[in-house]
């Protein structure tokens, strides 16, 4: 991940001094794309291990979350 980090800083300082071609401007949409999917990735797994609790004690975590806890097989921790 920190190569596509790099190489998106590269190509964005190049793109505020001069410019970039067509193929470098297409390469950082790519990379851009990769770097987001690869974080997005990254985050799943402690989302599915996440599970919300009021001050009360109750579990108030999210439908959405609980149906993709169940998909992934992940029992909460509550």
Not at 39 to 65: A, C
Request: proline content about 5%; overall charge positive; charged content about 35%.
């Amino acid at each position: 991940m920190h190569e596509f980090l790099r190489r998106i800083n590269e190509l964005a300082a190049k793109r505020k001094k001069e410019g970039l071609t067509q193929i470098e401007n297409a390469e950082l949409n790519i990379l851009r794309c990769q770097y987001i999917q690869e974080f997005r990735g990254s985050m799943e797994e402690p989302l599915l291990n996440t599970t919300i609790v009021d001050p009360i004690g109750d579990d108030v975590t999210p439908e959405k979350l609980k149906r993709a806890q169940a998909r992934h097989k992940v029992k909460p921790i509550w």
